[in-house]
């Protein structure tokens, strides 16, 4: 079974930055597809953030220039490096893995996630 954990989430200043990280754990069959960071605020729909896999990075559109993935094999580690923070960003941040099973198939696997807090 994967295994996801977060940290380095905390309380930060508008226009502070953060950087988080996810450790991944256990024996896979072909890999991973992609890694990635989502959020989710309090009473919303948790969004997608950024995305790395073996050929691409991806943003999502609010976090472009501000946010950057970042991934390190030999530590099995995902980065997300966040810069000029806004309230906005203020969310529970998780990790993700999408493990390839075989062709056409894919099991996604989640952190517990850690909290962004920016505030004044």
């Known amino acids: 079974q994967v295994q996801l954990v977060e940290s380095g989430g905390g309380l930060v200043q508008p226009g502070g930055s953060l950087s988080l990280s996810c450790e991944v754990s256990?024996?896979?069959?072909?890999?991973?597809?992609?890694m990635g960071w989502y959020r989710q605020a309090p009473g919303k729909e948790r969004e997608w953030v950024a995305s790395?896999?073996?050929?691409?990075?991806t943003y999502a559109d609010f976090v472009k220039g501000r946010f950057t993935i970042s991934r390190d094999d030999a530590k099995n580690t995902v980065y997300l490096q966040m810069n000029s923070l806004k309230p906005e960003d203020t969310a529970v941040y998780y990790c993700?893995?999408?493990?390839?099973?075989?062709?056409?198939?894919?099991?996604?696997?989640w952190g517990q996630g850690t909290q962004v807090t920016v505030s004044s």
């Open positions: 993700n893995a999408e493990e390839r099973l075989y062709a056409g198939a894919n099991k996604m696997s």
């Open positions: 256990g024996r896979t069959i072909f890999g991973f597809n992609a």
């Open positions: 790395i896999s073996a050929s691409a990075v």
